[in-house]
């Protein structure tokens, strides 16, 4: 069903012939699709000359409950666009999906929007000056110059095509694995290199949000069905319904046992049971409206963290939230405060030593480098969230109050990029103004203090602040040792939204 907007414009032109399979119309709108799916037997066709050849049959496509659909429409760089295919890939970590844009305009170009976990990718075919680097050369963390661009490898994983729609500038062979490279630089652009031809096809492209892309005809949101899939926990027997396609991991809402959904819900799944259950201020399920935007808490995660050199730990809390079109982000609950952000499409490039990092124009300096390890999660991830995940954290902070931070794992690296909110509206968001008073952090006080202490008590409470620091000063100077007042992984343990 298609939303408000705007009808979706007629195409230029169009191709239809016969399936060779069932005999139903398959319909070409753009000239660069040279394959197409029937949309009746879901029979794979080819184009030659003015007739159609039946290559094989198209495996059924995985419902991802995406707000897209065929045909739906928008605008990039001043051009509208219309999908009008669509590709899903698998690979260890998960699935995405690419949508073929065909561009209006004379040379009738074709791009493609990627989608994987709510973050979208706008990009188009780029020719590359010099041959790129074969796939095994291409190591994560690694930095490369392409086309006169510094770029880090952010991905190199082994793929495969499970399921395509629609029609199709190029159609990897099915369920035939072959390695896509993902390049991206601190100007938030992202090269992808898919090496299922020989030379590689490369596109290039940056982050978007759907609201941005004035998109139109989009899946209304009655056309997915809100039941979920529900399965029996494999430590107590109570029942546990998934609500997303992609997760990896969820919580029993009974034992609180932490079920690994990784490879789907058949057969034994594995499962870690917690003891010390941690309570949530903000509730599982709950829905606020944060930065123009309404959220529901969809996970929630306690992580502490240690420095280098010290044996006094700290501790923060992430609450995963999920928006239709925005996707995923993460509310951060510090000592310092609080602050609202979501994985960086970029690769932040860092100075020697660590101490910037340079993202988006602007510049940022590191503020506490320590060790994470994941205590406690409850409610549904869409990476494989376990309980003693550990990894090495860094963050970064601006002068205009923008924070950047680094995870590193065995195998991962991600950076996540925000900015702090004001605690009340925080708690006015989920609805929580009587709660606000647990909501204020170290960051609120100076403020809120003020308010109901007379001048001479506040002149008391400098001069004590004042000796504490000398004292502090010459304990520092003699043992070494700091001390971090917040945590904010800002991010948890996996970024999403990779691959284009």
Not at 85 to 90: C, I, S, T
Not at 145 to 164: D, H
Not at 226 to 242: D, M, Q, Y
Not at 310 to 336: C, I, M, P, Q, T
Request: aromatic letters at 10%; a negative charge; glycine letters at 12%.
């Amino acid at each position: 069903m298609a939303e408000a907007g705007g009808t979706p414009p007629s195409p230029q032109r169009t191709y239809s012939a016969p399936c060779p399979g069932c005999g139903a119309p398959v319909e070409f709108r753009s000239a660069q699709s040279a394959f197409a799916v029937c949309p009746y037997c879901q029979s794979t066709v080819v184009r030659q000359g003015e007739q159609l050849a039946r290559i094989g049959k198209m495996a059924e496509l995985f419902d991802d409950f995406s707000p897209l659909q065929l045909f739906a429409t928008g605008r990039i760089q001043d051009k509208a666009f219309t999908l009008v295919g669509r590709l899903q890939y698998a690979y260890e970590g998960g699935r995405w999906t690419e949508w073929i844009a065909q561009i209006d305009g004379t040379d009738d170009r074709t791009g493609v929007l990627s989608e994987d976990n709510g973050a979208y990718v706008f990009s188009l075919p780029y020719a590359l000056q010099q041959p790129a680097p074969p796939a095994d050369q291409l190591r994560l963390g690694a930095t490369h110059t392409i086309n006169g661009q510094g770029y880090t490898v952010a991905s190199n994983e082994e793929v495969k095509l499970v399921s395509a729609q629609g029609e199709l500038p190029r159609l990897p062979e099915l369920g035939k694995p072959f390695r896509v490279v993902e390049l991206r630089n601190e100007k938030g652009l992202v090269l992808s290199l898919d090496h299922d031809s020989a030379p590689p096809t490369a596109y290039l492209g940056r982050s978007v949000e759907l609201d941005d892309l004035k998109m139109a005809g989009l899946r209304d949101e009655s056309a997915k069905e809100e039941k979920g899939r529900s399965f029996a926990c494999p430590h107590c027997g109570s029942p546990v319904t998934l609500n997303f396609a992609d997760s990896k991991s969820i919580t029993c809402p009974s034992c609180k046992s932490i079920i690994d959904t990784s490879s789907g819900i058949g057969g034994e799944l594995k499962y870690a049971t917690q003891n010390e259950p941690v309570q949530p201020l903000i509730a599982l399920g709950s829905l606020g409206t944060l930065q123009g935007a309404q959220w529901q808490v969809v996970g929630f995660q306690h992580r502490m963290g240690v420095e280098p050199g010290d044996d006094e730990h700290f501790g923060w809390d992430e609450y995963l939230l999920y928006n239709r079109k925005r996707g995923f982000s993460f509310l951060v609950d510090a000592s310092d405060g609080w602050s609202m952000v979501k994985p960086a499409t970029g690769a932040p490039v860092v100075s020697d030593g660590g101490q910037t990092a340079r993202y988006l124009g602007r510049v940022y300096r590191q503020q506490y480098a320590y060790e994470a390890e994941t205590t406690y999660v409850a409610g549904e991830f869409y990476w494989q969230v376990q309980r003693g995940q550990k990894t090495s954290n860094r963050d970064y902070g601006e002068p205009k109050g923008g924070l950047l931070s680094m995870e590193r794992s065995a195998n991962e690296l991600t950076w996540s990029y925000g900015s702090r909110i004001d605690s009340n509206a925080v708690a006015s968001a989920f609805k929580l103004d009587a709660k606000k008073d647990m909501f204020k952090r170290t960051d609120a006080l100076p403020v809120s203090a003020a308010s109901s202490l007379g001048c001479g008590t506040i002149i008391l409470i400098v001069v004590v602040i004042i000796i504490l620091l000398i004292i502090l000063s010459t304990c520092s100077s003699s043992s070494g040792s700091g001390y971090r007042s917040s945590g904010g992984s800002y991010g948890g343990y996996s970024s999403g939204g990779g691959h284009k």
